[in-house]
């Protein structure tokens, strides 16, 4: 076989080997690297400096290790062989400021971002190029994590979704978010990062969407089988293409009352999109509190019960009913106080002297240190 056939055969194995690799990429999501909101595209940025810096080390390793390989391998007599070389001075400085000066760019990186790009903080910006409007009003849009469903609530347009949210191009986002049974994350990759849900607790987060289309979001934290599916559909779209998508779910014919909650609720997976017309005042508040079942007390109402005196009295300031004395043995007088091996009355005279005048009280020599075992004891200097 010539050198030609066998050169040809060997790209075509080379080809062959490649197959599997692609195959495993076919299977990425290059949603994190393909962003349509403004936090997500500097998300991804951070991701792209954060890789670079690091690779500033591992590049020139990597390299030196095949360059350090080839020089000194045992075949290359004209290589330095230095069997007593333990130390340069300038080889540590080499070796030791480089990552350290990526670790400093990192940090300071990470510090920036965090502070940036809290999910707490109101966006400044719609685009690099654009700032906020600050006569717009940023869409409230509640979100409450179910099993396994997510629901979205619309207070201002007076409507609900299951698994499909449509947020307006160029307008401020502001989500309120909490959970109905368990710890869950709430992410859609192309709009912002990742922000958990909780049971009782309600967090928030600030995004904005700069074009539109048609995009995914889904669970990020593994809440029982039903996870893999917990996946909901996230619609970009013009300000007018939103009105009308708000007139289409007004036009559906359920509506999100406690019944139809408590129904939804249930776990449940591989849901379809639900639309509700109609939603009952407060209800995200009651979730939140976790009083939406008939009967059930708010938590906020506990609280209040506790700090009013309730079955829990507040531990802070609290006083007995007027004219009544407080109860337990450390309001009581020593002739109140009972005799028992755990409790003695109140001594009649004080241990030692009192008069501060003294000069024994500052006469330290009265002290006795412990004797040591096998040697006398002796008064202390």
């Not at 994190?32 to 670079?52: E, K, M, N």
């Not at 910006?125 to 409450?144: E, F, N």
Request: net charge positive; with cysteine; hydrophobic share 40%.
């Amino acid at each position: 076989m010539s050198d030609t056939s066998l050169s040809a055969m060997g790209r075509r194995l080379a080809r062959l080997a490649m197959l599997p690799a692609l195959a495993l990429l076919a299977a990425c999501n290059t949603q994190v690297l393909d962003p349509a909101g403004d936090i997500a595209l500097q998300q991804r940025d951070i991701i792209y400096i954060s890789t670079a810096l690091m690779l500033v080390i591992i590049v020139p390793v990597m390299a030196l290790i095949c360059v350090f390989a080839w020089r000194y391998r045992k075949g290359n007599k004209d290589a330095t062989y230095d069997p007593d070389f333990h130390h340069s001075t300038s080889l540590e400085l080499v070796i030791w400021s480089a990552p350290l000066l990526i670790i400093i760019c990192l940090g300071a990186l990470t510090w920036w971002s965090t502070h940036l790009l809290d999910p707490f903080r109101p966006v400044n910006r719609i685009s690099a190029t654009k700032a906020v409007d600050p006569k717009v009003k940023p869409l409230d849009v509640q979100v409450v994590s179910l099993d396994w469903k997510w629901l979205f609530i619309y207070p201002e347009q007076g409507i609900a979704t299951v698994n499909e949210l449509a947020l307006p191009v160029d307008r401020p986002v502001r989500f309120h978010l909490t959970s109905s049974n368990m710890m869950n994350t709430f992410y859609a990759p192309t709009l912002a990062g990742m922000i958990y849900t909780m049971p009782g607790m309600r967090s928030t987060l600030h995004a904005v969407l700069n074009k539109p289309g048609k995009f995914e979001g889904m669970s990020a934290n593994y809440s029982g089988s039903g996870f893999s599916n917990m996946r909901f559909t996230l619609y970009g779209v013009k300000p007018r293409d939103f009105d009308a998508w708000v007139n289409r779910v007004k036009a559906a014919p359920l509506a999100l009352d406690t019944p139809t909650y408590l129904e939804i609720e249930k776990p449940t997976d591989k849901v379809p999109p639900m639309y509700f017309a109609r939603i009952q005042p407060g209800l995200f508040d009651r979730v939140y509190q976790r009083c939406v079942r008939p009967g059930t007390p708010c938590m906020r109402d506990m609280m209040r019960h506790d700090q009013d005196g309730g079955a829990m009295p507040s531990m802070h300031g609290s006083q007995p009913p007027a004219g009544q004395k407080p109860e337990g043995a450390i309001f009581q007088g020593g002739n109140e106080m009972d005799v028992s091996p755990n409790r003695g009355k109140e001594p009649t005279k004080p241990s030692g002297n009192a008069n501060p005048n003294d000069p024994n009280n500052r006469d330290m020599s009265r002290l006795d240190l412990p004797a040591l075992r096998g040697a006398p004891r002796a008064a202390a200097v």
